[in-house]
């Protein structure tokens, strides 16, 4: 879109944070982009329909991009031919060493954003060497005014966002995605390190079941992991088995 100053937002801490410091600041902003995956945490749902009202009111256009393909045929049933397996049904889970949704989804957004004045995104001051690879009209505001993660976090619970889901493992029934992860991508991201999973298993069940059901029809497991104890462990159904050990002290 050109001529324009656009950001894109992932309704995560850092670009939400950006966002919020580009109005509190006056810089010029025209449209704000989204593009969802189709599985995000519905707490990010949520804070894009707070933050489009607000937009709303700033005169702000929000856009939201979608991929070509439901991200669960891509996944699951997608015809694919690799040197490594030869023909199977889906990528399978989408991380390192497959990123392959994230590869869509910076395309997409980078194709429609080809030829803006600005193209914001929300990259910390934490986080040089992402700054360093930034070309053509893209900038790191956040980066600009030396905000690190924290800050954007303590940014956006200041100014009244949070990132709560259903939980029956807290008295009150909620918990809040950046108190149990490190970061908040889709539920589905094969990046999430142990301590994450086993978060999701305890305070999100209702995430780590449909997890079960991925790895139900996937072959590679989610993780790989090599410990003397366990052995090679990653398959989700394993590490749940791992996990119920782990809390009964075995």
Sequence with gaps: MSGRYIASVSFG?????????????????????????????????????????????????????????????????????????????????????????????????????????RHYVGIAADEPERVERLAGPKIAPLADAGMTEADCLTLCRKRGWNWMEPSPATKSGFVDLYDILDRVSCWCCANKNLRELRNIRHYLPQYWDRLLQLQDRIERPMKKYQSKKYGEYGNLRRLGEIFAAEEKGE
């Design 13 to 117: 801490k850092d670009s939400l944070a950006m966002i919020l410091y580009i109005l509190e600041t006056g810089m010029p902003l025209d449209e704000v982009l989204f593009y969802d995956t189709g599985m995000e945490f519905e707490a990010i749902y949520h804070n894009r329909n707070k933050l489009v009202r607000i937009l709303e009111r700033h005169s702000v256009k929000f856009t939201e991009l979608k991929p070509n393909n439901l991200f669960l045929y891509d996944m699951l049933e997608r015809p694919v031919t690799s040197k490594q397996k030869g023909f199977h049904l889906g990528y399978g889970w989408c991380g390192a060493p497959c990123r392959w949704g994230t590869t869509w989804k910076t395309t997409a957004l980078d194709r429609y954003a080809a030829g803006a004045i």
